[in-house]
């Protein structure tokens, strides 16, 4: 474990710290590296090589709390497959949540409460599936709370301090859930409204046939003008009444 917490360090993040810890870099190896060298021994004329392994322990834990660290987090720390727990809490750190912290596969627990963070939690974190403990509380996030795996099962405390930040399991809802609920009611208004265009214009064109018919019964039959006209109200107050109840 490397502990540099409750000290007086300041300045950025140094990049080149993260980009030394190359046993981090790897895939996981039981929580142990090491190198191996030879030794040749002469036991009463017989030469004998001998093969030593010596295991190193990994540093799998990052803990640089409670300093004065200031600046971004470098993208170099989503490289760390191997880490898991970071706690870069209690700082002065600005900007995003690189998205590049969605590779620390072997991540469990993970804190950056009480910095001056902002923009999105990146959804890119939903992969990080051994993750049991999530603290982002008191930061200036905005946006959406990521939704899925692990992400369900943390609670408020993990979120609250940022006033921008909504969704489950905050009370307060997202903004673009508002937008869906109101694009499905513009949906529907508008369905509606076309609805209602087609009644106009199937009643327009039953009027033109209408129209046209008791034109050809007058010529035909040689009917007056005053008794297809009172046929036509009649079927027109029909049609009407029909398309109403159809409507309804």
Not at 28 to 55: H, P, W
Not at 227 to 241: A, F, G, P
Request: contains cysteine; proline residues 4%; negative net charge.
């Amino acid at each position: 474990m490397v502990d540099l917490s409750h000290n007086d360090f300041t300045g950025l993040l140094p990049t080149e710290f993260f980009q030394n810890l190359k046993s981090l870099k790897e895939e996981a190896n039981d929580g142990y590296d090491g190198y191996q060298y030879s030794v040749n021994l002469t036991i009463k004329g017989l030469e004998l090589e001998f093969k030593i392994k010596v295991r190193m322990p990994i540093f799998t834990c990052i803990d640089l709390s409670d300093n004065g660290f200031h600046g971004e987090i470098p993208k170099v720390v989503g490289e760390l497959r191997s880490l898991h727990a970071l706690n870069l809490s209690h700082n002065s750190l600005t900007g995003p949540i690189p998205p590049s912290f969605g590779n620390l596969a072997a991540l469990e627990s993970l804190d950056l409460s009480f910095n001056k963070l902002s923009g999105r939690i990146p959804s890119q974190l939903t992969n990080l599936t051994f993750l049991e403990v999530l603290r982002f509380s008191n930061n200036n996030f905005v946006g959406p709370i990521p939704h899925g795996k692990q992400f369900d099962t943390f609670e408020n405390d993990s979120y609250q301090g940022n006033l921008g930040l909504c969704g489950f399991p905050l009370s307060m809802e997202c903004s673009n859930d508002k937008r869906s609920e109101l694009a499905q009611d513009e949906e529907d208004n508008g369905n509606g409204i076309a609805f209602i265009w087609k009644v106009v214009m199937m009643g327009y064109g039953c009027g033109m046939v209408l129209g046209i018919s008791m034109a050809y019964i007058v010529f035909t039959t040689g009917r007056p003008w005053w008794l297809v006209r009172m046929i036509e109200r009649d079927l027109r107050n029909k049609v009407s009444t029909w398309f109403g109840k159809k409507r309804k």
